[in-house]
């Protein structure tokens, strides 16, 4: 049954972790040097006692190839999915590099991997190839160096979540409602585009760069109805150009001069009541696929852009954050659940709950406190609001 999903692999997660940690560290905005990741001995460690076991033949995908050279826009993801059946057990598989690769957060284009099966287990090694085409020997050395050109690759395709690092936000109370807040625009004009001013009121402070959100929404929980956060549509960006004040009429009245902003950005037009929240600093985040340690459920809240479905490489929010173990790279399943029908053979019209399917996979990429947001990975159906996701 499928509910045994929730605890298949408790037993290997510490093995898992490290591995991972190991093998897919990798920066997820800019070009990040891999000594800002060091490896631990606790991962030489780990890495060298898989090295040891392999994977059974049994995990390997039934088309797995016995080579692949490493292209551009590969990332670790695309690679685990041609060897294995399940892509987030892939540490189990690429372990045993450790000796080979200097680095092994640098995986480059044009680096050769070649699958090697022996005792019932299956190794990945890193090679490249020698001789003409028919010769498939492979020559191992600790000293490999890829000469193509292009960067390390990606744990998943970065640009498909980068734009969303700023503009998903979850706030834990409605401080939007707060926020400096569009009160005019230029004469003449309704809404704002690239390039035109704003005019502003509340307290601004020191920071230059603003985003624009739309009034907050509350997001409740499918099931308990609770409110766990408040999202806010984002609009765009703008930048500060001169602080307001107070104007003192020749008539001694006093009146409010709103302070003035640029619009550097919009998502869709921008207008008054907008509110403000300042640019958090770019953060170099290292994501590290991986299934969570403990047993984790929960549902989905919403359908990032208030879409009533969603596909592949479209992103969700969760009902589960930090507060319950969540975190910035978990990888999840995805479970459709089963309709609930009447029996037609059976003349006591006995109501039946169908089994819960496995319908795609998650990536979880940005964690607030009671809620994240999640990428896509795969979906065989239309994924709804009140989907369930669980551990793999």
């Not at 028919?134 to 744990?155: E, F, M, N, Q, Y």
């Not at 009541?273 to 340690?293: K, W």
């Not at 609930?340 to 399917?357: I, N």
């Not at 990428?375 to 793999?392: E, H, N, Y």
Request: proline share 9%; glycine share 8%.
């Amino acid at each position: 049954m499928t509910r045994r999903h929730h605890t298949e692999f408790p037993a290997r997660q510490a093995l898992l972790e490290s591995a991972f940690a190991t093998a897919l560290c990798l920066g997820v905005v800019g070009s990040v040097q891999a000594a800002t990741y060091p490896v631990t001995e606790a991962q030489k460690s780990t890495a060298q006692k898989v090295a040891q076991a392999g994977v059974p033949l049994s995990e390997l995908a039934p088309n797995a190839p016995d080579s692949h050279t490493v292209k551009p826009g590969d990332t670790l993801w695309d690679i685990s999915k041609l060897f294995l059946k399940s892509p987030w057990r892939w540490p189990e598989l690429w372990g045993m590099n450790l000796e080979q690769i200097r680095n092994p957060h640098l995986i480059y284009p044009g680096q050769v991997l070649v699958l090697e099966k022996s005792d019932g287990r299956a190794r990945l090694r890193v090679g490249p190839p020698v001789g003409g085409a028919a010769d498939k020997t492979v020559r191992l050395s600790p000293d490999i160096r890829s000469s193509a050109t292009g960067g390390p690759l990606a744990s998943i395709p970065l640009n498909l979540i980068e734009p969303f690092m700023n503009e998903a936000v979850i706030f834990e109370a409605d401080e939007l409602q707060t926020a400096p807040r569009i009160v005019a625009t230029p004469e003449g004009s309704v809404l704002l585009s690239r390039g035109d001013l704003a005019y502003a009121r509340g307290p601004l402070g020191p920071q230059r760069e603003y985003r624009l959100f739309r009034e907050a929404k509350p997001m409740h929980d499918p099931t308990t109805g609770e409110v766990l956060g408040f999202e806010a549509m984002f609009v765009g960006t703008a930048e500060f150009i001169r602080e307001g004040g107070m104007f003192t009429a020749p008539d001694g009245k006093s009146e409010v001069v709103p302070a003035t902003l640029r619009v550097t950005g919009v998502r869709q037009e921008a207008g008054v009541g907008d509110r403000l929240s300042p640019v958090p600093p770019r953060q170099f985040t290292s994501y590290v696929p991986h299934a969570p340690q403990s047993p984790i459920s929960g549902q989905i809240v919403s359908i990032y852009g208030e879409g009533l479905s969603a596909g592949q490489n479209q992103i969700v929010a969760l009902n589960r954050g930090a507060s319950d173990g969540m975190e910035p790279g978990h990888v999840l399943a995805l479970w459709r659940d089963g309709k609930t029908l009447v029996d037609p053979t059976d003349p006591a019209r006995a109501l039946m709950k169908l089994p819960d399917e496995r319908e795609g996979s998650l990536f979880v990429f940005r964690v607030f406190n009671r809620m994240s947001y999640a990428l896509i990975l795969t979906a065989s159906d239309p994924v709804k609001r009140g989907d369930r996701f669980t551990q793999p």
